[in-house]
């Protein structure tokens, strides 16, 4: 199986978007999907504390995570 990294929001969301179907033609791989879900909640969590702090220190958002929530 080969390993993808999503580079950006976009590559996320068609990541889980692509599990949902792989579960709806193979319900086996819901605890997979489930995971992943789980590990997307929780880098999309960290975009909102990235943003969420730029914004709290009223500075433009920048660096790897703007990079990869703009991408």
Do not use: Y
């Amino acid at each position: 199986m080969k390993t993808v990294k999503a580079k950006n929001m976009a590559e996320l969301r068609e990541g889980v978007l692509q599990m949902f179907a792989d579960v709806q033609d193979d319900p086996k791989r819901c605890l997979q999907a489930h995971e992943i879900g789980n590990l997307a909640g929780k880098v999309v969590g960290m975009c909102k504390i990235h943003l969420e702090r730029a914004a709290l220190n009223k500075v433009k958002s920048d660096g790897d995570w703007d990079r990869f929530i703009a991408g």
